[in-house]
Nanobody
Framework: VQLQASGGGSVQVGVSLTLSCAASGRALSSYTVAWFRQAPGKEREFVGGINWKGDRTRYADSVRGRFTISRDNAMDTVHLRMIALKPEDTAVYLC??????????????????WGQGTQVTVSS
């Protein structure tokens, strides 16, 4: 499966932004999908994930309550809705897919497929 993330941009503190991860090559419903982010000089960080059916999610403590992941399997797309953005949310955001449909893992190494990333910059 090939993934492509989009929707990033430069925004002010407190605004909202929605990222999308579009899949091609294979139905996204076969995969658990997660969002990660990576800021310059930092390790790749788990943001959140959603199971194949879309009825279970998991979030990092740093974004819980502000970020929401949803999916539309008919459109082979997963969305990351971000509200109340903070400067510390600035990073390249990447979507990833894993054929493990049982667990929403937080380790990047457990994801087989990655999109190219989209930059989110939050300024005060």
């Amino acid at each position: 499966v090939q993934l492509q993330a989009s929707g990033g941009g430069s925004v002010q503190v407190g605004v909202s932004l929605t990222l999308s991860c579009a899949a091609s090559g294979r139905a996204l419903s076969s995969y658990t999908v997660a969002w990660f982010r990576q800021a310059p000089g930092k390790e790749r960080e788990f943001v959140g994930g959603i199971n194949w059916k879309g009825d279970r999610t998991r979030y990092a403590d740093s974004v819980r309550g502000r970020f929401t992941i949803s999916r539309d399997n008919a459109m082979d797309t997963v969305h990351l809705r971000m509200i109340a953005l903070k400067p510390e949310d600035t990073a390249v955001y990447l979507c990833a897919a894993s054929p493990n449909v049982v667990t929403i893992n937080s380790l990047p190494a457990l994801y087989n497929y990655w999109g190219q990333g989209t930059q989110v910059t939050v300024s005060s």
